[in-house]
């Protein structure tokens, strides 16, 4: 194939990848940027869980508050839709076309092109013979039902006849609330869209959109154009853009089953592939199961999120990554997999996009490890969830119904499909309550929908069209500066006054605008007529935006005025960020080269370094890296800054901080000694960075790693002090060991050991204190027989002990329960301002009351939590007043339900 055309329709069939690219060409050859995907994980972007659509990365490009040095793109950007309101997760792999991840081809024009060349390139691309040579009379379109221009222009110049140009109007209950009415949010750039369809033929059920059998498979959307021509204010006023855009989309996996003659997407090159290598992996023939078809699906979503940083956790992102894991596993369970299999499927993945998305190749073997880690956790897991359900059926027959709540616990915490649930209680003969497990299922959506929400008011972003020149990386402060902007509350104002909150935008600034971990600096800006406190500083597309308030007088735009950066915290801020760098190659160096940045916060007080390793970092291991990082502060060697061409910077070993955004010229941080590896001379660290620096390491004075932690799975975090606060760290310390030398009467070197030797001993007094409790519960158990009661016909014993805890507890219960048979037991421990609570239910009364139930009353009633089995439950509450009521309510509430 050649670069610009691809093969008629008498030809081979297009491969997936060759219709990406061909894609890609097009858009090229029409003066177009390529852009590069961006990652799944949105960059500075709060109000989206994962990139969704092709346009995520352009937002601000659309608000007009970020330039680039083109107006014209093409994008082929990897999408996932798993999480949050955009969630296809329950349809994978049961319907033709819903995916987890999917690419977006995408070509857009930021204030260039409009509705004319919008819609002649859809046309001539999907219908030209030197490209796809769809057959044009099996394309209809929609416009929005106002939209004028849309409609002449597929009618007289495209040529397209009337009866296939369908207008949608307003269908969705609220004027622009349309199929063919795109908005960003509540607020923000909108405009009207016109859609291609695809018509698959008689033969297949379905109707023309905007009719109501348009649910049906005939006609499939292949491409939207998006129209941005308005600006939607917070009270529903549309107003027109200045610089109308265009947005656009088509679906790879849609357009490939087109060309490649299927109806399905899963019966596409890419998909078939990686199905039959599931199949074969599994020892099975592919039959068209849904489970493989999930299994191949997910392997692309999970491949993909772990390539760009993310990893399986109990929140956000790693929990949706974790689920979609599970979901794979549990389908490769259903077709007989009884080891870990799912990691083997990255392989076949890489042979199919690897060349595509060259970070797969790169990740491979990362990628591989995670999965597996967690398909090994989730066999664990899953024997967790049989147990817990084996509790649950205890005491239940054939005939009776486990409960909705039940199941969606096994489902919702363990991750216990329910159809798996629902054959283990088949096999006893009793069902479930399906009822109320969808309403609970309802209400896990209800809260991934309204965590999915986000309202932002994009009018009230501050849009600046000039960009602010940065100056700080040489001074603190500028006498010669400019205010080109005033704004409060997002508004743009002429004058703020003594007292107002507000924004200042220069037109060259000495502050430093959050970015790349560090937080924004402070300081003032002062003018003949007024001072402004500078309380943080950010970034609005090229502009540099100064948050604070006046301090004293006013301030109006095109006034000059002086800036300047407080100086003791932009020197602490430079010594911290400076150390992250440095501690970063430490961790690579004592770690190895698996470990990478995940993150990092960078104040005037201390630092934070996110990275990717799997176990706790040991503690021989902290002092080595502490030292390493030490040894580069006392060599005291000149930091180096160089811009270079990013791929240049890459050549040179540079490393990257994941989730950042980088131009064709990239600013390289040269830190520490250099050191000759592989024949190659190599300095301690280089970095891509625009952040602020010290001169030389020595600036950094001391560093202190004072913290190791986990923050999620493969996810660790240090924390460090340096310079003054590391001192001041270690000062602290030795104080503290010199007071604790002085109070044990030991010589400092020997605190460590008499502590150890405390330890110990406190550790034989506690059970020596556990023996005599045992004791005094067995001594006490023989007179608590004679306070034995019948309750509706039911031997009961309710008893409170003094001096006894949950532990003591568990083994007065046991003494109890061998010399009562027949028995319901319950036992209240008092033990200071605690309360311990056991219940008791002989297997033989478990049908008519369950310990469970006891102590679930007793807790909620004290003020406490506790649970457990039918035949044996504990729990703990406060000490309270409230104690005496409550046992002497207990007989007549257990008469309740045993009568």
């Known amino acids: 194939m050649s670069s610009n055309s691809v093969p008629s329709s008498s030809d081979k069939l297009l491969s997936t990848a060759q219709i990406r690219q061909a894609f890609i060409d097009f858009f090229v050859s029409k003066q177009h940027t390529h852009v590069p995907s961006s990652s799944l994980v949105p960059f500075n972007d709060p109000t989206l869980l994962f990139t969704n659509a092709g346009m995520n ?57 409009f509705k004319q060349a919008a819609i002649s390139y859809a046309w001539e691309f999907l219908t030209s ?149 599931a199949a074969k992996l599994l020892g099975i023939a592919n039959e068209g199961q849904a489970s493989l078809k999930v299994i191949a699906d997910h392997i692309r979503a999970v491949s993909f999120l772990i390539a760009d940083g993310v990893l399986p956790s109990n929140e956000g992102r790693g929990y949706v990554l974790r689920r979609i894991i599970r979901r794979a596993v549990r389908h490769g369970n259903k077709l007989g997999a009884e080891d870990s299999f799912f990691y083997k499927m990255v392989a076949p993945l890489v042979t199919e996009m690897g ?77 479930i309550d399906e009822a109320g497990f969808d309403e609970h299922m309802e209400q896990q959506r209800q809260r991934a929908r309204d965590s999915g929400k986000f309202d932002v008011d994009y009018s009230a972003a501050i849009k600046v069209e000039t960009a602010t020149e940065f100056v700080g990386y040489e001074q603190l402060e500028d006498d010669q500066v400019t205010i080109i902007g005033l704004y409060q509350d997002g508004k743009e104002v002429d004058e703020l006054n003594e007292g107002e909150q507000g924004v200042i935008v220069l037109n060259r600034t000495p502050f430093y605008a959050e970015g790349g971990g560090q937080v924004g600096e402070m300081g003032e800006i002062r003018s003949a007529s007024g001072v402004f406190e500078v309380e943080d500083t950010k970034k609005s597309g090229q502009a540099i935006i100064h948050h604070g308030v006046v301090n004293m007088g006013s301030l109006t735009t095109q ?69 390493l990082v030490n040894e580069q502060i006392q060599a005291n060697i000149a930091t180096q800054i160089e811009f270079m061409n990013i791929d240049e910077a890459m050549a040179k070993g540079a490393a990257a901080l994941f989730g950042e955004k980088y131009g064709e010229t990239v600013r390289v941080l040269t830190m520490g000694t250099r050191e000759i590896e592989d024949g190659v001379e190599k300095p301690f660290s280089i970095e891509l960075c625009g952040g602020l620096h010290v001169k030389r390491t020595g600036d950094i004075g001391l560093f202190k790693i004072t913290s190791e932690s986990g923050i999620a799975a493969g996810i660790r975090r240090i924390e460090a002090l340096t310079g003054m606060g590391a001192l001041r760290y270690v000062q602290q310390a030795d104080s503290q060991l010199t007071t604790l030398a002085n109070q044990l009467k030991a010589k400092r070197p020997e605190v460590a050991e008499r502590v150890q030797s405390m330890a110990d001993k406190q550790r034989e007094l506690e059970k020596e204190i556990e023996r ?18 019948l309750i509706a016909d039911k031997k009961v014993l309710i008893a409170q002990v003094a001096g006894i805890d949950g532990k003591a507890i568990r083994g007065l219960m046991d003494d109890m329960k061998s010399k009562l048979q027949d028995t319901i037991i319950v036992l209240i421990g008092e033990k200071g301002e605690q309360l311990a609570l056991a219940a008791s239910v002989s297997k033989s009364l478990t049908g008519d009351i369950k310990a469970g139930d006891i102590i679930r009353y007793l807790a909620t009633e004290l003020g406490g939590k506790g649970g457990g089995k039918p035949d044996y439950a504990q729990g703990g509450a406060p000490n309270s007043d409230k104690l005496a009521t409550v046992v002497a309510q207990l007989p007549s509430w257990l008469e309740s339900l045993l009568a």
């Open 129 to 277: 013979k030197q490209w796809l040579a769809l057959d044009a009379e099996r394309l209809y379109v929609t416009v929005y039902e106002t939209d004028n221009d849309a409609y002449n222009i597929w009618h007289n110049d495209i040529g397209l006849p009337a009866d296939r140009i369908i207008r949608i109007g307003d269908n969705k209950g609220a004027p622009y609330a349309s199929d063919n009415f795109w908005a960003m949010g509540d607020t923000g750039p909108c405009g009207p869209c016109t859609e291609v369809f695809f018509d698959h033929g008689e033969h297949v059920e379905g109707g023309l959109p905007g009719t109501p059998e348009e649910d049906g498979d005939r006609y499939i959307e292949v491409w939207n154009c998006v129209f941005m021509q308005f600006n939607r204010l917070a009270d529903g006023t549309m107003e027109p853009l200045p610089a109308p855009s265009v947005d656009t989309g088509m679906g790879l996996e849609r357009i490939s089953a087109i060309l490649q003659g299927v109806h399905s997407n899963y019966e596409i090159d890419l998909f078939v592939n990686l199905i039959n290598s």
């Open 57 to 113: 990365q352009f937002k601000d490009c659309f608000l007009g508050i970020d330039k680039r040095d083109y107006t014209r793109a093409v994008t082929s950007q990897k999408c996932v839709r798993a999480g949050g309101k955009h969630n296809d997760l329950d349809n994978v792999g049961y319907t033709a076309r819903h995916h987890t991840f999917f690419e977006m081809l995408g070509n857009f024009s930021f204030g260039d092109y």
């Open 355 to 431: 060349e595509a998305y060259p970070q797969l190749v790169e990740k491979q073997a990362f990628i591989e490890s995670a999965i597996e880690k967690e398909e090994v956790q989730f066999a664990k897991t899953l024997a967790q969830g049989l147990r817990l359900l084996d509790s649950e059926l205890e005491g239940l027959k054939s005939g009776d119904v486990l409960s909705g709540e039940a199941a969606f616990k096994l489902y919702d915490t363990y991750g216990f499909p329910v159809d798996l649930t629902a054959d283990i209680t088949r096999e006893r003969g009793i069902s």
């Open 772 to 789: 005599l409790n045992q004791k005094i519960a067995s001594a006490q158990a023989a007179s608590l027989i004679d306070d034995v009661q």
């Open 559 to 627: 006034q000059p005025a002086e800036a300047q950066v407080k100086s003791n915290i932009r020197l602490a801020s430079a010594r911290n960020h400076s150390a992250t760098h440095l501690l970063h190659a430490a961790l690579r160096k004592v770690l190895g080269e698996k470990v990478s940045q995940k993150g990092s916060l960078v104040t005037s007080e201390v630092l934070r370094f996110d990275f990717s390793y799997d176990t706790p970092v040991s503690a021989r291991d902290l002092l080595t890296i502490e030292r």
